[in-house]
């Protein structure tokens, strides 16, 4: 139930929302756990959607419904890139009678601090046509802090209402506005002036009540628009860059007004949208990936960001969230990929774009493919590992075969290899390096670095293989035949070497050098959709027959070594299955996974797969990599495609 806990922010910390009913001077709690005196109203169901999550309660002879709506369009980047929530009440009777009816809505100043120490301010703001209240920390620090476990503290939160719906509003302590509404129905009459002050104290809340009148069989419906306006993103090479909706000089009163306006056409937008997407995660995967990635999806757009540079090309940054805050790290937008490749190339692009003008850099030293581009939100170059100062600790096998196998997937989308032409130089190159040291890896880190160094790594040999032959594929397309050719010859000589080395009866082992192991081999994926053709069919068959032997409740653990499983690579070993009994039977513990986990978290990547406990990460844009399954269906992805602008 909604009201069992207090809102929270993806990092775990408290950032409330609170919502109440009351029905005919009844009093029922929504959303949080404030005013625990009173009782929560009856939960009749949770759907959630891509762009949407639908709270269903009932009592008291009244049905409500709670709508959250993030209009993450994909094919509409102006639209998509909106700091924008929409929150929707929806009420009806079923008992025959009318009732009197009014909803209640307060957001502390939690969300515009990182910690609850820090003050903050709150004023009203004139936007014609809506009531509109606003809060934001005092110091206003823009973009100076970096890190994992922070909460933005700069910029403002915005919560408006149609001037039509007569909301009542007030900016006042949290005690004050909800106790009020208790024994009124409605709110304190004046504004609390005394700030700035903490946001602990005496918690300052924004607070609206929506006056419902009597309501009876016909529902009657009311909304809220929740933004939040930054003003600045992202730090790029010491540029501060505006979200992408600003591009065009647009302010928060017309993005306040934009969002109002376009309410109803946006409502409906996200109804199809959603309709369709479901109706094809259906279709190509069954009911249990249906629901896996659409639990996914808005997780995975949320943990990125998209800015504008000073000519107005969009670019996508990631954020590596609950693990070290690296931005732009190139092995968290490999995982996350599918879900671009799939809805909107320019956003595959977006992703990229940073890393690869970073590497052409004359700062970028090496041989081989940088990690990352600093700590969030600061992308001012690498500090993984050796940084840009040694190679210890980097990931030079697994950054380089993940940036040229992406590479060829957008060709493949797009029908042209233009994009690649534009950095083919640095591709050249770290094909170069593929060449040398792909086969058989010496001791290093690959995107699973939490299981530690190891040498001659099957799977990422595997990686180095399909890269290299992804290189071919691009020399191909740009009409490079005789590069094309070698690459391919390399690559398939690989490939076959590969299925000798790797060879261990039933299955391919984890390390070239320790027989009775194994792993999931997810990187295979990637010589089905990208045309490749490097390895038999039969690879990939007897990796999935082994995996139903070996997978636990929960899952197919990643390797032999530990009983944890990574959530996106096991959906991308699955895939490799031919039949959809077999796609299913490692898919449905995944589900359950998700189901009856006791880590009640943003969607967690890794977990352990005989408890469904949370290893660590939540929250992170890898699980992006689910729609892989879709991906994979050319008739599918080449529909979306059509439709992406």
Known sequence: HPADDWTRHWTGSNQNLCSMVRIDGKVLRLLSRAEERFPKMESAGVNVQPTRTIYEFAGGGVALTLTFTTPLLPDDLNVMSRPVTYMTWEARTYDGKEHDISVYYDNSAELVVNSTDQKVLWSRVRVADLDVLSMGSQDQRILERSGDDLRIDWGHFFVASPRSQNAVTACVSADAARSTFVEHG????????????????????????????????????RHLILAYDDQFSIEYFHRKLRPYWRRDGAEIGDLLAAAEKEYEDLSARCRAFDEKVGHDLLEVG??????????????????????????????LFP???????????????????????????????????????????????????????????????????????????????????????????????EGSSAFAEKYWGILTKWAQYLKEKGLDPENQLCTDDFAGHLAHNVNLSLKAILALGSYAKLSEMMNKPDEAKVYRKIAEEYAAKWEQMARDGDHYRLA????????????????????????????????????????????????????YTKLDWTVWSATLAESREDFDALISPLYDFADQSPSRVPLTDWYDTKTAKQMAFQARSVVGGVFVKMLADEKVWRRWSVTSK
């Open 186 to 221: 409605t709110l304190p009459a004046s504004d609390d002036l005394r700030m700035p002050r903490q946001a602990n104290d005496e918690w300052p809340v924004l607070a609206m009540v929506l006056d419902f009148g009597k309501v009876g069989k016909t529902a009657v419906q």
């Open 286 to 315: 069954g009911q249990h990936y249906n629901q896996l990635a659409r639990l996914a999806y808005r997780q995975a757009l949320a943990a990125h960001k998209l800015a504008v540079d000073i000519d107005g090309t969009p670019l």
């Open 512 to 563: 070239f050098d320790k027989p009775g192991t194994w792993s999931q081999k997810y990187n295979l994926v990637w010589d089905g959709i990208l045309d490749l053709r490097l390895f038999p069919p039969d690879v990939a068959q007897k990796e999935v027959r082994y995996y139903k032997k070996m997978q636990n409740k929960y899952g197919l653990p990643l390797d032999n070594r530990k009983d």
């Open 319 to 413: 954020k590596e969230n609950f693990s070290n805050g690296c931005i732009s790290t190139v092995d968290v937008i490999y995982p996350a990929a599918p879900i671009f490749l799939l809805f909107n190339i320019d956003l595959m692009k977006a992703s990229v774009r940073p890393v690869l003008d970073y590497a052409q850099r004359g700062r970028w030293r090496f041989p081989f493919a940088p990690h990352d581009l600093g700590t969030y939100p600061q992308a001012n170059g690498q500090v993984y590992g050796g940084g840009e100062k040694t190679e210890e600790n980097q990931m030079p096998v697994e950054e380089s075969g993940n940036m040229l196998i992406l590479m060829a997937a957008i060709a493949r989308v």
